[in-house]
Each structure stands twice: as C-alpha cells, then as structure tokens.
C-alpha cells in the first residue's frame, strides 16, 4: 500500500476542495427577492421594463414553479461603490433552482438595464457584470425564461417545485477560484490513473504540499486569501515535476448541441439560441483564447430575424476567427427518413445561406453528432455538397457491436471515399456499453478516455474533444475554459488545446493516410422506432415531399421561375427534417407548430402549380421518369368504352410519356379484373397477371402468379398477416424498439366485415374491417386490369399504446440478402442472423420499397409513407404503427391512412425490365390533372431504365434548368437523354449549382454521358 493511500490523500484533498469552494466570493451582498409572473408561452413577449409591482414575490430557499412554466422575473442590485476591478470581477450569483432533467434548465435570458446581455441557467448562474456597473448606483435586472421539464423521461404529472436559492452579487477572487479549478483538475486526474502510474503519485504529492501551504484554520478569511498565491506556486511546482503531458493533441471544441425541437417546440429554441449566443459572447469578452464552433443555418437564422444585435456581434467574431460556423445542411436532420433530394437540399439550403451570411467562413465539414443513423448515400453527396469531412457521434451508442474505427475512410455506394472522425469522449448512458458524447465537461475521465477510446492510435494523434452543455442549448462555461487551460499541460494526460473543428480535421487528415475504410452504412443499434413513431409526420413529409418535387416539374416544364415562397417551402420541409421532429421524438406543442408547417407547405405547392395550358379540355402530369399507363380518376368524366365508372367520374388508363404534359385520351385496358365468390364467404380477385385469393376470415391465402405459373406465398403460409407485439423497449419509448419485442405477439383477427365494393373491368377493390382491441382497422385489397401490383389501402382509427403492428407476407422466396431503396440508390442487407451484426439490423429503414429476389423471380413490398422493414428468411414484413407514450403521451392515437402493396416481378428488382422502380414511383407519385392541352412529349427520356431522372427544377438563380439524375441499380456506361426541345447548352454543374464544371455535347435534342453506378449528375440545361 503506498503513502499516499495510508494517509488517505485524495479523499483528503477532496474534503478540502470541499470546504473552501465558498471562499470563491471575496465578497457579496444579497439582492432583493426577485419578483416574478408567469407568461401564457414562449411566445408571450416579456415584459422587460416592468417593476415586478404585483407579481409574486420569491425569498431565498422559496419554492416557486414548477416545470414547463415561461416566466419573467425582475429585481434590482448595486455593487458597492468599494468593489473595484482591482479587488476582482464583479458578478451576479443567480442559483435558480435544479429543474431535474438532463440538460441546462431552469434558463432564462437576462437582461441589464433592459438590454439582453448573457443566459443564466443551472450551469450559467454566476454572470460577470460589466466594469461600468461597479458603479454604486441601483441597476435592474430581468431574466426571461423557461423552468423545463422535469425528470428523465419527464414525468408530465410531477409536482416538484424549484427552490431558489441565495441570490447576490459578489466580488469574485480570482486567484481562489483558478486555484481550485486546478486542484479539482488534478484530483480528479489522480483518481483515473493506476496506482503504478509514478504521475499518481506526483500529483498526489502536489496537492497535498498545495493544501499543506493554504490556511484553512477557522475562521476562514483574510489569512486563508493571503495563502492562496502561495498555495497555488506550490501546485503549480509540483505538477510541472510530475511528468509530461502525453505526445497527443485534444482539439477543445467549443460547443452547445441544440436540439431545434424536442422537449420545447421551435419557438422556445428560438430563444434558447439568444441565451446560449449571448453567453457566448460574454465569454469570448473574457478569454481571448476561446473558440466557438456551432452549426444549423437554421439557427443562425432565426438569431438574426430575433435578435440582430446578437447576430451583428456574432458576425464579428465570425470574421475575426473566432466563431466558426459549421454543419453542411440546414438542419441537423435525420438522414434516413427524408427522400434523396431533401437531402440535397438541405446542403443546398445550408451552404448557400453560410455564404450568403458569412462569406467563405464555413468549416467544411458535415456535423450530424446526434443523428439515429446516417444513410449509405451520404458521402457522394458531403463530396458533391464540396464538403471534406464528416463528424458524428450516434453510431456509438449501438446495442451489440462497437465499431472497429474511430477514425476512418467512410466508402458510400458509389466509392467516394470522405474522411469520418467520431468522438470518442466517454460518457455513461443507460444500458449501453460503448456510449460517447458530444458535450464534455473536460472532466479526468472524459479527457483521457478520449484518447483511450481511439482506434486509430498508431496514426491520429489529434482528436475532437466537443465540450459545453447542450441538446438545449448553453454551451460552454467560464469554468470549463479555465479547465481547459489546465489541461493543456498535466502530467500523464493528453494536451488539450482551444481549437476549431477546421484545425482538428486538417490534423487528422495529415495522419490519415493508412486508417481503416468502412464500406456500409452506418447503421444505429437503436432507436429504431424513429423509423414509426408519429406515422402521421412521416405521410406528411413524404407527400410534402413529393408536392414539392411535382411544382418545380410543372415549373420547369412551363418555362416559370421559382415563386419566392418556394425556397420558404423547402426550409419549412427541411426543418421538419431535424433529427427530432421527423423521427417522431418530441413533445405534443412540437407537433402542432409542424402541422401548421406542412399546411403551407401545401398552400405555397398548391398556388404554385396553379396553372392553365393553352388549349381547351384537360391534361395529364406525370412527374416520374417512367412510361404510363396510369391509372386516373377523371372527376366528372363521362363512362366511355374501356372505363369504370366511379362516384362522381370515371376510372380510365391514359398513356403518358415520362415527365411529360399529356392530353387525357383514355385508351382500353389490355386485361380486365374479374370477381369470384366462393360458397363458403371467400373472395377471388384476378386479372391476367394474378389471382388474389381470400378465404371467408379474410386472410389472403393464395397470391398466384398467371405468367409464371407458380405460387407468390409460401405453401401454407398466410399474406398480408397483421401482427401486434408489445412494444416497451429498456429506455427511450419513442425512440426504440427492442430486440425482444416480438416476446408477446398475437395476429390481429376481428373480421366484422368483408364486401366488394368495385368490381372492374379496370379495378377491383374488396374492403374488410377488422376491429383490435380499441381500435379498427379498414383495408381496401385492389387489382387493377394492366398490373402486377395488389395495393392494400388502409385507414385506421388507433387507440392503443405501446402496440407496434406490422404487416407480414411470407413468400416463396429464397435469398440470403434482401434489398432496399436508399437515398440515390439501394442496399442488401442479409435475411438471416448469423452474426451479431446481422442480429442488430432486426428493424431497417428504406424509403419507398424493400425486395426478396432469386435470380430471376422476385417479391417486393411498396409503401406509400413507411419506413421500417425487416426481412427474415423469407418474410417481408413493414412497420405501420408503433404507439409510445414518451415523450408524447398520445403518440399516433387516432387516424392513420397509408397504403403498401406488394408486388411479384421477373427477374431481380435491379433488371432493367423489372418494374419494381417504376410501381413504387407510382404508388406515391399519382398524375395530377390540370386544365389546357399539353403536348405529350418527355421533356426528358433517359434511354437507360437504371439511370433515373430524379428531379427537374429551376435553376436556383434562375439561369436554366436543374435536371438531376442517378444510376439506381449499380450499372455503369453511357446513357443518352432526349429533351422534347433541343437544348442551348448543357453542363455537368455542382450539386449546389455554384458553378457549371464542363460542357456536354449536344447532339440535335440529345446528350450523352457516362454514369457510374450509384453515382448522382447534376445538370443545367439552358434552352
């Protein structure tokens, strides 16, 4: 046993920490009891200026509200006309209360003399004031602000009150306080390192000589004061003797996660950005070494159309280096959720705004810490976007596997290559075992399991260290700052140093030559759920989406520029894409502001395309790159031959060419449905292609394939299964499913009703209602006359919790790998459990289909608005409904309306004559019907199936067309595009259309290029 542990240095050492961190005041002077009023909202203005006369008073150690209560507060104060700077900073001490959650609450932004000055939250209670105010003279305060939630997960029935605490202004001795700071760096050092660590030891014997020299006999006060410079030499000796810092560089990032909604709606981070800026602020007014690095335009934003004093400051030290401005997308969004071209434009969005704001200060680098998995189509785009890096955090919370990499070459499905950093700063969460952060306190055990947690040690020796509170803001404190100058030089431990994200990835990326390449998605061992919860958010965004992407067609097609709501349009879409909100992980007031958000979206997409053609009768919009027919409800149409009547109109195939204007001609089917009863209640559906057999319970007990002559389900097994498991995962109920969740499962019966309500010739649609528990559910099965697609359109009126319901179809399939849509492309992900990391992927997200193919025989299952699949052995199953009741406790109660369909095919999904691509572009893209006579013709046709025109658009500034395309199934050669008119010019641009990057021949009305596989083109077409 050695001296040190004998004599009990380091519980000493902390005891003695313990009982002098008071003596940080030199001085202080209690306020007047704050005065205080509730507000209706965070968008209740505050009123500052107010006397507090009236309002409810609060004394010290008064309990005075409890969560989720918007409040200002005021009183007055005056720093004695004695205190200088000389004798130390002058400072208000403002302990607010202890909300009981997880992040900086209670907080409040505070104003001197009605000016907005800094934040005064949990971390942030102690506020330097200005030298002009030691001035002898009374000075108001008021704080506006939010007490939070309470608890975690919060508990919306708590009771718990804040406690206020003594309230003063103080006089604070500094040397005492750095003194401290560095004894407490030091300690905390000692105790993570080994007793054979000789450093230990050193340091132990420092802080014991340190303390031996400090005066800590009662009373406490000038005698102790005068001992501190001495104490603090002493220190400071001893651990310049205890050894030297390791040869590796931690770049101290200054930061504060703000999660744009979450627990609070947009609004309340709207002024969560005023209190963590305006700290800021304040602190770079005191260190002169500090940097701050954060992200989101969208933020940015909202800071200037809110506070444009704040943003004017901020701009100023953006432009002196000190304020780095980081992210690459608008938001930081969730990537597995929004389509491929959202994801552009949230790129698109970002970059522009930085530069338009900043000019050329923005740190390339995609910053996405907090996001639930990031798609295998994002390092073409961070490439396209003219981003050089990646840092992200979230994959180290996985459940099973633990990455082999913390620095590495992320390979995308086209092979670009982007150098990806992780951070690696340990910090305990919940139940899982190899958990980082992106908030640092700079503690001992965080700062050297930083480096400790690196794979890449034999290459990097600099690494990211992001330190500041957050996910709601409050960034980085005085205390922290100073810890960080400590760290720069302690025995045994890495050299931390202030730094930017931009220094910390040019570092590594000197060193990162022979690092590891991880050629495959990202994906989270949890918060699977998020592909579910708040289905209703989902459907909004897909068809906003796709509304989106059908007004800039129209737009481009009729020679119009983008109207000036549309980009407003686009930033509404893209915020509702942060990696709280899509996901579904946020409180109820989140949703009602995205409702609100979605229907003007709709609104501006709607007056947008708005439109009349020349020319009497009406046409036609097919906005997918794909040959008709399709299938159109004409509304007031006279019944002609080969059409279906309907309520009001008729059902008729028109022929039209991809993305193309064409008159409504309706044209005889090839094939026709037929209807079949059996006597025992069951039902047949058919057309030439199949035959869809229901017996009386309604279970679909036969999928024959006409043209292969053989079974689509597997012998015995029933399609179109609906199965309801319950659903309460270990930790985050929104956010999770779990492993064991198919623990206690049952198939959902309750067949009450089943009738054929059409029966063709062009579609026959037989509608079954089924009631679970308190719930119902409505399905109409559909077949149409030219299809191979059977459609179960579905309406549910839910009202159960913590129930997940999947659709399951075991088909006569077998493969060891299945396929999903992705962003830009697709992957395979395997059927079966061999390993663990096959085990993890138990629930994946796709976008618009998954697919089981042999080598020449398939199945695919289509949605409409879903995103959560799993495929085991030959089961395709896809989540409809999930049900939590944290953080929202009515999540998805009430009505759902979606639509999967599943669809056998020849071939694998990636033949070019499959129509897997082609069905689910029109299962969610349905032509739109406008008044005037187009002209038919594509005003594009790719002349390769696999190479997909994805997005015709305005140029942004207005200088021609976008038209953006991709290779969707790995091929690679050249493709020719035919326009409908010959083009002036046509380029390869950026995907930010800065800049055209070379010429492409055109030939009469063509072009042609070479495209890789899973490689995306961006075009400007001038005409």
């Known amino acids: 046993m050695s001296d040190h542990a004998r004599r009990f240095t380091a519980q000493k050492i902390a005891k003695r920490i313990a009982l002098v961190e008071h003596m940080v005041h030199r001085q202080a002077r209690p306020l007047d009891p704050f005065r205080w009023t509730a507000l209706e909202s965070e968008a209740t203005p505050p009123p500052i200026g107010h006397d507090g006369e009236g309002w409810a008073p609060i004394e010290p150690h008064d309990h005075w509200a409890g969560q989720d209560v918007h409040y200002c507060m005021t009183t007055t104060f005056t720093v004695p006309a004695g205190w200088t700077k000389e004798d130390g900073p002058v400072a208000l001490h403002l302990p607010m209360g202890v909300a009981g959650d997880i992040f900086t609450h209670p907080e409040g932004l505070l104003y001197l003399d009605g000016t907005p000055y800094a934040s005064a939250d949990r971390h942030h209670h102690t506020i330097h004031l200005p030298p002009e105010m030691a001035d002898g003279r009374p000075h108001r305060v008021h704080v506006h602000g939010w007490t939070g939630l309470t608890g975690w997960p919060p508990d919306p029935e708590s009771r718990d009150r804040l406690q206020m605490g003594e309230c003063r202004v103080v006089e604070v001795h500094e040397p005492t306080r750095d003194f ?84 609070w709606p947009v609004g309340q981070m709207r002024l969560k950005n005023a209190r963590t800026y305006s700290n800021v602020l304040r602190l770079m007014e005191r260190f ?62 970002g970059r522009s705004w930085y530069r338009e704001k900043f000019g050329a200060a923005e740190t390339p680098v995609l910053w996405l810490p907090d996001t639930f998995g990031l798609t295998w189509s994002l390092p073409q785009l961070v490439d396209k976007a003219g981003l050089r890096w990646m840092v992200v955090n979230k994959a180290s919370w996985n459940q099973y596997n633990k990455l082999p990499a913390s620095t ?101 990326e000197g060193q990162a030559a022979n690092v590891p390449v991880w050629a495959d998605e990202l994906y989270l061992e949890g918060h699977r759920g998020t592909l579910t919860s708040q289905a209703w958010i989902k459907r909004a965004n897909r068809k906003a989406e796709i509304a989106l992407h059908d007004v800039e067609f129209l737009l481009a097609a009729t020679g119009r520029p983008n109207p000036p709501g549309l980009r407003r349009a686009w930033e509404l879409l893209c915020l509702n894409q942060f990696h709280d909100i899509l996901p579904g992980t946020s409180v109820p007031a989140v949703w009602e502001d995205s409702r609100r958000d979605y229907a003007e979206i709709d609104a501006i997409c709607a ?308 129509p897997v691509l082609r069905e689910a572009a029109f299962l969610n893209m349905a032509p739109a019907i406008v008044p005037g006579r187009g002209d038919g013709r594509a005003w594009v046709r790719s002349s390769r199936a696999t190479v997909v025109v994805e997005t015709i658009k305005p140029a942004e500034d207005g200088d021609g067309v976008i038209v953006r395309l991709f290779d969707a199934c790995r091929t690679r050669g050249p493709v020719t595009l035919t326009f409908a008119d010959a083009p002036a010019s046509v380029h390869r641009c950026a995907l930010l259309e800065t800049e055209d990057m070379e010429p492409v021949t055109v030939e009469g009305a063509s072009v042609t290029l070479d495209v890789a596989p899973f490689e995306i083109v961006t075009l400007r077409v001038r005409r």
């Open 180 to 263: 401290l700071t560095r004894a407490q760096v030091a300690l905390e050092l000692a105790r993570t390192m080994d007793d054979a660590r000789p450093e230990r030891h050193a340091i132990l014997a420092a802080l014991d000589a340190a303390f031996l020299a400090l005066d800590t006999r009662d009373p406490l006060g000038e005698a102790f004061w005068r001992s501190v410079p001495a104490a603090a030499a002493k220190l400071a000796e001893g651990l310049s003797r205890a050894g030297r810092p390791l040869d590796v560089d931690l770049h101290a990032i200054g930061h504060a996660h703000m999660d744009i909604a979450y627990l």
């Open 288 to 349: 002169p070494e500090y940097r701050f690095s954060h992200s989101q335009p969208q933020l940015y934003a909202y800071t200037e159309a809110d506070y444009p004093d704040i943003f004017a400051a901020i701009r100023e030290r953006v432009a002196e280096g000190r304020w780095e401005v980081i992210g690459g997308m608008w938001v930081e969004p969730d990537t597995n959720l929004p389509g491929g071209e959202a994801l552009v434009r949230q790129l698109l969005l």
């Open 408 to 508: 590495l070459w992320w390979e995308g499905i086209d092979g670009t290559r982007v150098l990806t950093q992780f951070l690696t700063t340990p910090r305990g969460v919940q139940h899982l075992p190899y958990p980082t952060s992106y908030k640092s306190d700079l503690t001992a055990e965080e700062v050297v399991g930083t480096w400790e947690a690196s794979t890449a040690k034999d290459h990097v020796r600099d690494l990211p260290i992001a330190y500041g509170y957050g996910d709601g803001g409050g960034g980085p404190t005085g205390e922290l700052i100073r810890r960080a100058r400590i760290w720069s030089d302690m025995a045994g431990a890495p050299r931390v140093r202030p730094s930017t994200v931009r220094a910390c990835m040019e570092a590594i």
């Open 607 to 914: 007056e947008a395309s708005d439109l009349a053609l020349p020319g009497g009768g009406r046409s036609l919009v097919n906005t997918t790159p794909w040959d008709g027919p399709r299938l159109v409800d004409l509304p007031g149409a006279p019944v002609g031959e080969g059409m279906q009547a309907t309520e009001g109109g008729a059902l008729a195939y028109v022929d039209c060419a991809p993305h193309s204007i064409t008159p409504i001609r309706p044209r005889p089917p090839e094939g026709r449905v037929a209807v079949a009863r059996d006597g025992g209640g069951g039902v047949t559906l058919s057309n030439a292609h199949l035959e869809v057999v229901f017996d009386a319970q309604g279970q679909l007990v036969r999928l024959h394939d006409r043209d292969r002559d053989r079974a689509v389900l597997a012998d015995g097994r029933v399609g179109n299964q609906l199965q309801a498991f319950e659903d309460r995962p270990l930790s985050w109920d929104a956010w999770d499913i779990d492993s064991f969740f198919e623990d206690r499962g049952e198939v959902v019966g309750g067949l009450t009703a089943m009738e054929v309500v059409e029966e063709g010739p062009l579609r026959a649609r037989l509608r079954m209602e089924r009631h679970y528990r308190a719930s119902t559910i409505r399905q109409d099965v559909m077949i149409y006359a030219d299809s191979r697609r059977v459609d179960f359109e579905t309406e549910v009126d839910w009202q159960e919790s913590h129930v997940l319901l999947k659709a399951a179809f075991p088909v006569d399939v077998f493969a060891p790998s299945a396929a999903y849509e992705i962003q830009w492309g697709a992957i395979e992900r395997r059927t079966h459990r061999n390993t663990s990391w096959d085990y993890a992927k138990f629930e994946v997200p796709a976008q618009r289909w998954a697919d089981l193919s042999e080598a020449d025989y398939g199945v695919a299952l289509l949605n409409d608005c879903k995103y959560g699949y799993d495929v085991k052995g030959n089961v395709l199953r896809v989540t409809l409904i999930k049900s939590a009741t944290s953080p929202d406790p009515k999540a998805d109660r009430g009505r759902h309306v979606f639509t999967y369909a599943l669809l056998p095919h020849e071939g694998r999904w990636s033949d070019p004559a499959a």
